[in-house]
């Protein structure tokens, strides 16, 4: 059965300093990573994607992926109070079953 | 180009009745997937489709749930007897789906099923 397991949290972290996400994976055949943005109330939005070990960066979002200790984590720079929000991690293993498996998410909290 | 569509966005349904979600990915999109978000648990993965095919529905509950997405129209997600633990947010996304590897799933803004 694959997982995906992050801390709950909440983590709280000063405005402007930087957000660190992690999440760990129990399935060696995930193929594709993803983070996803949830506040509360609405539905996930797309943060990042990331197939390859290293890091992908993308504006104040750096997602990064090591396959052989199953975990990927998301930095956040330069923190904003707009950033409060639950990150979800996701992974497919692309094959058979085609849906993503979701981590409970992490609850962030940026402090004025 | 209009994203993800769902309705409706709140329902409100008795014990013993159906409920009927209806979902329109993304133009260009042909490859929709159902989730369901019990208060305080993640995102649970419940059927993949394709037009006029059920690709992957290992995530269904056995009895009660039902999911179509016919030649023309939107997919829809049908709870028939509804019971107060079905209560929860259910969401629809869709990917483009072109290529080998999984394409981005873009979601919608989801239906808060309330059974009373």
């Known amino acids: 059965q694959k997982e995906v397991e992050q801390n709950s949290g909440p983590l709280s972290v000063p405005e402007g300093a930087i957000a660190s996400l992690n999440c760990t994976y129990s399935?060696?055949?995930?193929?594709?990573f993803f983070w996803y943005r949830q506040y509360s109330g609405k539905s996930p939005e797309l943060i990042m994607s990331?197939?390859?070990?290293g890091d992908k960066e993308d504006g104040r979002f750096t997602a990064q992926l090591n396959k052989a200790s199953q975990y990927v984590s998301l930095l956040i720079r330069d923190s904003q109070p707009s950033d409060s929000a639950t990150y979800l991690c996701?992974?497919?293993?692309?094959?058979?079953?085609?849906?993503?498996?979701f981590g409970k998410g992490t609850h962030l909290i940026i402090q004025p | 180009n209009a994203g993800v569509m769902q309705n409706p966005r709140h329902l409100v349904r008795r014990r013993g009745q159906e409920a009927r979600l209806r979902c329109s990915p993304m133009?260009?999109?042909?490859?929709v997937y159902w989730y369901r978000q019990l208060p305080e648990e993640g995102l649970k993965f419940m059927v993949y489709?394709?037009?006029?095919?059920?690709?992957?529905e290992s995530g269904m509950p056995k009895e009660r749930f039902s999911a179509e997405f016919p030649k023309e129209g939107p997919s829809i997600l049908r709870i028939q007897q509804v019971v107060r633990g079905d209560s929860a947010a259910y969401f629809c996304?869709?990917?483009?789906?072109?290529?080998?590897?999984?394409?981005?799933?873009?979601f919608g803004p989801g239906t808060r099923l309330l059974v009373l």
């Open positions: 489709l394709q037009k006029e095919n059920i690709i992957d």
């Open positions: 399935d060696r055949g995930s193929q594709s």
């Open positions: 996701a992974l497919d293993s692309g094959g058979g079953a085609d849906g993503l498996t």
């Open positions: 133009k260009g999109h042909s490859h």
């Open positions: 996304a869709s990917s483009p789906r072109v290529g080998g590897t999984q394409e981005t799933q873009y």
């Open positions: 990331i197939y390859s070990n």
